[in-house]
């Protein structure tokens, strides 16, 4: 059963393009969505997070989408780089329950 | 920076040996989990644990057990190993009160 699901799977920009990554969730009760960062060979690092009492949060050249009536939420990479090329992952949580997303891999080309 | 980490980074075992992965997690943190990485799956909850001595089984828990006996000590183990647990196994950890989990950078087992 899967409470979150991501999408696309795979995604390729262009160097300074936008990266968009979708994600939609099914229980209402979700309080905390982190978006994660994974490299090749290394762990998922915490990359931004939001929670649903607010419908938008940017650092930098990353933003999160927040629509909590459609339960949904987006990451946009702006003036994506090649070192942004990485797999994404969404989550939601509540409590000690974290579900996460399949994972959108980026690359973004030179 | 809070440091999570797996005792091993490869690990290449036969079927129906009993495999231990090890975490270590330097902060304190309360809680501890057990992860496993697979293509297409995203992460799937093992186990976790908010205390010593406590635990939990997440979505996936059958032929796993996990021990806590210290704080900053979380263990998994595969009591007979198969080959579909071959996989990315993660361990992380966070505080009680915050949903920052920090990840360690994973062991990829290998069951021939």
């Known amino acids: 059963q899967q409470q979150v699901k991501q999408s696309p799977q795979s995604l390729i920009v262009q160097k300074g393009g936008i990266s968009i990554i979708n994600c939609a969730y099914e229980n209402t009760a979700f309080d905390y969505f982190p978006w994660y960062q994974q490299f090749p060979g290394k762990g998922p690092a915490l990359l931004i997070a939001i929670r649903p009492d607010v419908s938008e949060k940017k650092e930098g050249r990353f933003t999160i989408s927040f629509n909590k009536s459609a339960k949904q939420f987006s990451l946009h990479i702006m003036d994506s780089q090649p070192g942004d090329s990485a797999t994404y992952f969404c989550?939601?949580?509540?409590?000690?329950?974290?579900?996460f997303g399949a994972g959108t891999r980026l690359t973004v080309k030179p | 920076d809070v440091k999570v980490t797996q005792s091993s980074r490869y690990l290449v075992k036969r079927t129906g040996e009993k495999v231990f992965l090890e975490c270590v997690q330097d902060?304190?943190?309360?809680?501890m989990f057990w992860y496993r990485q697979d293509p297409g799956l995203g992460l799937r909850l093992i186990y976790f644990?908010?205390?010593?001595?406590?635990?939990e089984k997440g979505d996936i828990p059958e032929g796993y057990s996990v021990s806590r006996e210290k704080k900053e000590r979380f263990s998994l183990i595969l009591e007979s190993a198969s080959t579909n647990q071959t996989s990315m196994y993660l361990c992380?950890?966070?505080?009680?009160?915050?949903?920052?989990?920090?990840f360690g950078s994973g062991t990829r087992l290998t069951v021939v």
């Open positions: 902060m304190d943190h309360e809680n």
């Open positions: 989550a939601a949580t509540l409590n000690n329950d974290m579900r």
């Open positions: 992380a950890s966070r505080p009680q009160g915050n949903y920052g989990y920090t």
């Open positions: 644990s908010y205390d010593v001595k406590m635990k």
